[in-house]
């Protein structure tokens, strides 16, 4: 049951999250709230849909016997460091900017959390940072958080 729990927790934490962002998402003008909105509710559907896995996957390991100690144990420290790195990302947007704290999130994640080597992870964080702005500056002509860039992008 130590699982369920485990993904109960995180259902919960990644609806807080979300629930901030359909909060602020209808707050905003119709246009630019529209995206938060959507990717809250997908959130919240993902969540479930991860909860009821969970609950699933103990009903059917109880069944098995499947013993527990076969799980890696929770690394705490490493899952609150990552949570201290999204609250500094979070800060850093509306200083730095979404241009400059985006690629530098996505950097240090994937490094952190060993997904790719450097030159993978620039490709991805710049070409997504890319990606976005020519999507949501340039086309959609929405507003970004431009910080540091503004002279240069603004």
Known sequence: MGSVLHHALFAAFACAIAGYFFVAGNSMPASAGRLPVLLSVLVFILSGAM?????????????????????????????A??????VAYI????????FIATPLFMLLSYLYLRALGIGRSLLISVGFSL??????????????????LEPFLG
């Not at 009903?59 to 420290?77: C, G």
């Not at 800060?91 to 979404?98: D, E, F, H, K």
């Open 51 to 79: 909860m009821v896995k969970a609950v699933r996957s103990s009903r059917q390991n109880s069944e098995q016997e499947a013993p527990e100690a076969a799980r890696p144990p929770l690394q705490v420290t490493r899952v």
């Open 81 to 86: 460091a990552y949570v201290a790195l999204i």
């Open 91 to 98: 800060y850093c947007i509306p200083r730095l900017g979404y």
């Open 131 to 148: 990606f976005i702005y020519l999507l949501f500056v340039r086309f959609l002509k929405l507003p970004i958080p431009m910080g540091l």
